[in-house]
C-alpha cells in the first residue's frame, strides 16, 4: 500500500470537505494511503474534524500565489480547486500542474446555453429538450463579474479553457445543485425551515413537477476519488441517479424530519408570486452523467444521500441562539423565501375561488 498526497483547496467547505472525507474513508478501506491537506483561509469545527480523522488543515488563501507555491512545488497526486473561479484562478495553477498526477477542477452546469444562448443563471431559463450533456455549447468565455447572472458561466469557462488547454491531466466536473453537510448555500432549508416553524401547508407551482438535477457533495466526492486513480483531460458531468422533481424532494425531506405537509400543488392559474422553490424550473434541467459513469462511478440517489444534510440542518438550527440566525440567513437568495404572508393569502383566495 503506498501514501499518496492530496491537495484540496476550499477543503472546509461542503464540496472540499465531502471530497476530503471520500479520500479519507478510502484508506481506511484499505485502499492507498492518502495524505490529505486541506487548504482554507481559516479553521474552524470542519478543520478540526477533517484533522481528526487524518486530514491536515493548512490555513491560506487559495489566491495567495506564495501559498499555492508552498502547497504545489513539490508536487502532488491529485490537486483539487472547488473554490477557482476565473481565468485568474486557473492562471495561478498553471506552473504547477505538470508536476500533479491529477488535477480535478470543480465547474458548474451553469456553463451550459441553449440555443437562444439562455443559461441557468438567466432571468429566462434554458430550454434544453433532453438531458444536457458534456457536448452541449456553452456561453462564451469572459473575464466580467463573476458574481453577476452572466458572469459567473463565463468566468467558470474561462478557467475551464486555461487548465483543458494547458495539456496536463485536468479533470472538469459540472455539477448541479449541490447539497450536502456544510454547504454554503443549503437549498433544502426552504423545507426543513417551514416544518421547523410548524407550516402546515406548503404551496408548489406546476403542481411540484418542476425539474432542476441535483447533485450530492458526497457523490462528487466518491467521482474525485475514482478520477484520481484514472487521469485524463476531459469534462464529466456530476449529479444524482435520477433527477427528483419539486414534489418528490419536498416528500423525501419532510418524510425524513417525520412531518406531512398538505401539499397544495398549484396551476398555471394560480398567483405568480407563490409557490416558487429553489428547485422550480420551467423546463427540466437534466444533467447526462453517462461519461462518469462508464469510468465506473456510481451516481447515489437524492433519497438517501441527502439524509446527513438534513439532520447537520435541524441541529444548527437548534443551536442558534434565541437573538441569533442559522449562519447562511444573510445570503440573499433566502430575500421573502420565509415571508409566509404572502402565502398565507393566496391560500386564502384559492379557498375563496373554491367556495
Do not use: C
Request: glycine fraction near 10%; aromatic fraction near 6%; avoid cysteine.
Amino acid at each position: 500500500m503506498s501514501t499518496r498526497r492530496a491537495v484540496v483547496l476550499g477543503g472546509t467547505g461542503g464540496i472540499g470537505s465531502a471530497i476530503a472525507r471520500a479520500l479519507l474513508d478510502a484508506s481506511g478501506r484499505g485502499g492507498d494511503d492518502w495524505q490529505v491537506e486541506v487548504v482554507a483561509r481559516r479553521g474552524g469545527p470542519v478543520a478540526d474534524a477533517l484533522a481528526a480523522d487524518g486530514a491536515t488543515f493548512v490555513p491560506g488563501d487559495r489566491r495567495d500565489s506564495s501559498v499555492l507555491r508552498g502547497l504545489l512545488r513539490p508536487g502532488a497526486d491529485l490537486l483539487v480547486d472547488t473554490v477557482g473561479l476565473t481565468r485568474d484562478d486557473a492562471v495561478q495553477l498553471s506552473p504547477f500542474l505538470d508536476d500533479i498526477g491529477s488535477t480535478v477542477f470543480i465547474s458548474s452546469k451553469a456553463v451550459y446555453a441553449d440555443e437562444q444562448g439562455r443559461h441557468a443563471n438567466s432571468v429566462d431559463k434554458p430550454v434544453f429538450g433532453a438531458a444536457v450533456t458534456e457536448l452541449q455549447p456553452t456561453v462564451r468565455a469572459a473575464d466580467g463579474d463573476p458574481t453577476s447572472r452572466d458572469g459567473y458561466g463565463a468566468a467558470k469557462v474561462a478557467a475551464e479553457q486555461v487548465l483543458l488547454d494547458h495539456g496536463a491531466p485536468v479533470t472538469v466536473l459540472r455539477p448541479s445543485k449541490v447539497y450536502g453537510v456544510g454547504i454554503g448555500r443549503p437549498r433544502e432549508w426552504f423545507v426543513v425551515r417551514r416544518v421547523l416553524d410548524g407550516r402546515e401547508r406548503i404551496l408548489l407551482a406546476d403542481q411540484g413537477r418542476g425539474v432542476d438535477h441535483t447533485t450530492a457533495a458526497s457523490g462528487i466526492g466518491s467521482l474525485v476519488r475514482l478520477v484520481a486513480d484514472a487521469p485524463d483531460r476531459r469534462i464529466l458531468n456530476v449529479a444524482d441517479d435520477t433527477a427528483p422533481n419539486v414534489l418528490e424532494i419536498v416528500r423525501t425531506i419532510a418524510g425524513h424530519l417525520g412531518h406531512a405537509f398538505d401539499e397544495v400543488l398549484l396551476d398555471a392559474d394560480a398567483p405568480a408570486f407563490v409557490g416558487t422553490t429553489p428547485w422550480s424550473s420551467p423546463s427540466p434541467f437534466v444533467l447526462d452523467t453517462s461519461a462518469a459513469r462508464a469510468l465506473g462511478w456510481q451516481p447515489p440517489a437524492f433519497w438517501s444521500a441527502v439524509l446527513p444534510e438534513l439532520d447537520w440542518l435541524v441541529e444548527t438550527a437548534h443551536a442558534v441562539p434565541a437573538d441569533g440566525d442559522v449562519p447562511w440567513a444573510d445570503d440573499p437568495f433566502w430575500e421573502r423565501m420565509f415571508d409566509y404572508g404572502p402565502e398565507d393569502a393566496a391560500l386564502a383566495l384559492l379557498s375563496l375561488g373554491r367556495g
